[in-house]
């Protein structure tokens, strides 16, 4: 980047489309898959393409996040080549999502998505994504991702920071 620069970044509505090349969102669809446990519960099923490469196998860990204001400097964003992410809020708040593709072997251009309540996302392999990002308390989420030895986590720091606004 350029030094002196103002990096500004908008936050943009989140929809399956808009986070196609990122990811998936987990949420329910407009109908469920189908009926199960006596009708009583609707199955939205196999929402996320979950990845986990190199003998890794899938966890499930728990992450409390400290919220974070808006305009949001980001300094740094980060990759895991060897495995998919997937964070499901363990609240009914909003977060902040900030996601990025590829430019030889750094974070293009980032972009800024804010999901809806009870809405959960998953970050494909290698996907550049900012840190966990809820913007009100609680920060709880349940994390799935890759369990396993091997080198799965990639950081860049920016040489100045790009703001993310409302």
């Known amino acids: ?80 080549p060897l495995g998919s992410q997937a964070f499901i809020p363990m609240h009914e708040h909003e977060f902040l999502v900030i996601v990025a593709a590829d430019h030889l072997g750094k974070p293009a251009t980032p972009r800024a998505f804010l999901t809806a309540p009870r809405m959960g996302i998953n970050i494909h392999p290698n996907i550049w994504h900012g840190v966990l990002t809820p913007i009100k308390a609680p920060g709880l989420f349940a994390v799935i991702d890759r369990i396993g030895d091997g080198t799965n986590l990639e950081e860049y720091w920016f040489e100045e920071a790009y703001t993310i606004i409302a």
């Open 1 to 80: 980047m350029t030094s002196g620069a103002t990096h500004l970044i908008q936050i943009e509505p989140i929809s399956a489309d808009t986070f196609a090349p990122f990811g998936d969102i987990l949420t329910l669809k407009p109908s469920p898959d189908h009926m199960i446990n006596q009708g009583m519960c609707g199955r939205h099923h196999d929402l996320a393409q979950l990845t986990f490469a190199d003998g890794g196998k899938a966890g499930i860990s728990l992450f409390d996040a400290i919220p974070r204001d808006l305009p949001y400097a980001l300094t740094m964003m980060e990759r895991h």
